[in-house]
C-alpha cells in the first residue's frame, strides 16, 4: 500500500474523533480501537497483531514477525480514551490552521501518527519495534499498559505520544512524579446532635487528619517539583442535620518525587498515613505508582531530541511532568518511558486543539527519529536506576 500522506492521516483522526471513546462507552472505545486495527491491516505488512482484552477494555501489540520478542527495543504507546465531552466536542472542525476537538490533543493525533510511524518502519529498523495501543489511559491505565505488563511485555524505551507539551514548549519529558491516590476512612461513633460528647465524631477525626497532612504538605502557591498532597474530598454516609457521624471518607491525590521516603512503597505510604491518626484505615488504593525515569543519556532518548531538534529547528530540553501516563508501569519493572506529543493546548478542556503544523512535525519527528535508527544500528541502551 503506498505511504499515506498528511491529509489522509488527518482525514483518519477525524473520524477517530468523531466516536466517544470514553470509559462510559465501551462501544466507542472498540469503535476507535477497530479504526486503528483497520489501519494496521491496511498497511499491508506482515505484522502480528496481539489483541488483550482485561475489564472489557480491549488493547492490541503489534510487532514484526509471528512471535513476541521477550523484549522490545522500542515500543510506541498510544491511548484512544479520552475524557468525557460535550456532543459537539466529537465533531471535529478544522479552523485558522488548527484541528479542534475532543483527543485532538490527548491524543487521538498522535495514536495516528504512531501507527502510521510503525507501520512505516517495522520492516525497516534493525531492532524490534512495537507498537501499544490502549483504551483505558484517562482511566487508570490498569486494563491497558499494565495488564500487557503483567502478560510479559517489555520495552528499553518507550515513547508514550502522551499530550502534556503546549503549543510553545520545545521539551520532552523525560521524568514524571509518583502517584498515589486513595480513599483514608475514620470511624466514629452516633449520637444526638444536641449531645455530640455522647458520641464521635467521624468527619472531626477526617478534618485533623486533612489539617495535620497539609500541615507536612502545605498546597504552594506556584508551580513545584516538590512532592503535594491534594484533599479532592470528605464525605459521609450521614444525611441527617441531627447525628453525630460515625464515619468518614477522605479521598487523596499525591504526586511524590522519587527521594521521598513517605513513598518510597504502599508500605511507608500505610505508614505515613497511621502517623497522623493511628485509627486511619486506607480502604482503597487505586493507584499507586513510583516516578517515571528516563536517563539524559539514554542514547534512544538522544535521537529522539536530536530528530525533533532538526524538525523544529529549535533546541529542545528535557522537562518533569506533574502527571503521570502509563510511561509509570514500565518504570515499575525497570524499564526507561518518556512522553513526547503533539504540541497543543486545552486538554481536557472545551477547546482543546492542534495546529496542522504541529501534526505534520510531530510525523516528521518520528520519521527523522526512525530514520536515525536505521542509518545507525543503536547503541546499546545505558542501564540506569529508575
Known amino acids: 500500500m503506498p505511504r499515506l500522506t498528511n491529509s489522509q492521516l488527518l482525514d483518519i483522526t477525524k473520524e ?4 466517544e471513546s470514553t470509559a462510559q462507552n465501551p462501544a466507542g472505545l472498540r469503535k476507535a480501537y477497530d479504526i486503528i486495527v483497520r489501519l494496521l491491516q491496511d498497511s499491508g505488512k506482515k505484522i502480528t497483531i496481539e489483541h488483550f482484552v ?3 477494555k480491549p488493547s492490541l501489540l503489534a510487532y514484526k514477525g509471528s512471535k513476541r520478542p521477550k523484549k522490545f527495543e522500542i515500543i510506541l504507546n498510544g491511548h484512544l480514551d479520552v475524557v468525557p465531552g460535550a456532543p459537539s466536542q466529537y465533531q471535529p472542525v478544522v479552523k485558522d490552521g488548527k484541528l479542534y476537538g475532543r483527543g485532538a490533543y490527548d491524543m487521538k493525533a498522535a495514536a495516528v501518527i504512531l501507527a502510521d510511524t510503525f507501520c ?30 503483567r502478560q510479559g511485555v ?28 486513595g480513599d ?43 512532592t503535594t498532597v491534594t484533599v479532592t474530598a470528605i464525605t459521609t454516609s450521614n444525611q ?27 508500605e511507608t505510604f500505610a505508614a505515613f498515613i497511621k502517623s497522623f491518626d493511628p485509627d486511619a484505615q486506607i480502604v482503597g488504593m487505586y493507584d499507586f505508582c513510583k516516578p ?88 546499546p541502551m545505558l542501564q540506569t536506576a529508575a
Request: proline fraction near 4%.
Open 292 to 379: 517515571a525515569y528516563c536517563s539524559p543519556k539514554n542514547a534512544q532518548l538522544l535521537r529522539l531530541k536530536a530528530a525533533a531538534e532538526k524538525v523544529e529547528a529549535h533546541p529542545f530540553k528535557f522537562a518533569m511532568r506533574h502527571g503521570t501516563g502509563d510511561g509509570r508501569f514500565y518504570a515499575n519493572v525497570g524499564d526507561e518511558a518518556c512522553e513526547f506529543g503533539i504540541a497543543g493546548e486545552g486538554q481536557h478542556s472545551g477547546d482543546e486543539y492542534i495546529t496542522l503544523e504541529a501534526f505534520n512535525n510531530y510525523r516528521a519527528t518520528m520519521q527523522e527519529f526512525m530514520a536515525a535508527n536505521v542509518a545507525l544500528r543503536p547503541a
Open 54 to 56: 482485561s475489564q472489557g
Open 154 to 181: 517489555r520495552g528499553d524505551f518507550v515513547i508514550c505520544g502522551d499530550c502534556g507539551r503546549s503549543s510553545t514548549a520545545y521539551e520532552i519529558a523525560n521524568e514524571t512524579k509518583g502517584i498515589a491516590v
Open 120 to 149: 512505516e518502519f517495522v520492516d525497516k529498523v534493525p531492532f524490534t519495534l512495537g507498537l501499544q495501543i490502549v483504551t483505558d489511559e484517562e482511566n487508570a491505565g490498569k486494563d491497558g499498559t499494565l495488564h500487557q505488563i
Open 16 to 19: 477517530l474523533m468523531a466516536v
Open 240 to 266: 441527617a442535620h441531627t447525628k453525630v457521624p460515625d464515619n468518614a471518607l477522605v479521598k487523596i491525590d499525591a504526586r511524590f518525587t522519587a527521594h521521598d521516603k513517605q513513598f518510597a512503597s504502599q
Open 184 to 226: 483514608i476512612s475514620f470511624s466514629g461513633s452516633s449520637a444526638h446532635g444536641a449531645y455530640p460528647w455522647r458520641g464521635k465524631n467521624a468527619i472531626l477525626q477526617a478534618a485533623q487528619f486533612v489539617n495535620a497532612v497539609h500541615a507536612r504538605y502545605p498546597t504552594p502557591n506556584e508551580e513545584t517539583f516538590k
